[in-house]
């Protein structure tokens, strides 16, 4: 797992990019995670923006449950995932697919209310679509 991170002083903003390859090992994003959480720590409470090909589709993110027959890994990825996102009150914001009919580019965020719109469109780039959000300033 892979991870690029960010601050924006002037507007008190952390902002990372994370890529999970498929079938990663759980250790690896849950090291990627607690030098997250590290780095996390180290901001005076910050607004959070991460995002990312975190490969997960046993993720039902309209009820935030896990599937449990992608095996042990993925479903231990998944729940460090959502108790990361749990300790940071962030919010998982894409809902519309973005590789078949799974969501695994996801944009998490402790400020929703700064999300207008969100888009999901193929591109010749990547297997995946390209996701696109609107921000409201």
């Not at 903003?13 to 997250?36: E, N």
């Not at 896990?66 to 479903?75: E, N, V």
């Not at 965020?109 to 959000?133: F, G, K, M, Q, W």
């Amino acid at each position: 797992c892979q991870c690029a991170i960010l601050t924006i002083d002037p507007l008190n903003t952390v902002v990372a990019a994370v890529y999970r390859p498929p079938g990663a090992q759980q250790s690896s994003l849950r090291k990627l995670l607690v030098w997250m959480q590290e780095y996390l720590d180290g901001a005076n409470n910050p607004d959070i923006h991460i995002t990312g090909d975190f490969n997960l589709p046993n993720i039902d993110w309209s009820t935030l449950t896990i599937s449990r027959d992608l095996g042990l890994q993925a479903t231990s990825s998944a729940q460090s995932l959502l108790d990361f996102m749990g300790v940071n009150f962030l919010s998982q914001v894409v809902n519309i697919p973005t590789r078949s009919n799974n969501i695994l580019d996801l944009v998490l965020t402790n400020r929703t209310h700064y999300i207008a719109d969100i888009e999901s469109s193929p591109t010749t780039l990547s297997d995946h679509n390209l996701v696109c959000v609107s921000a409201r300033v």
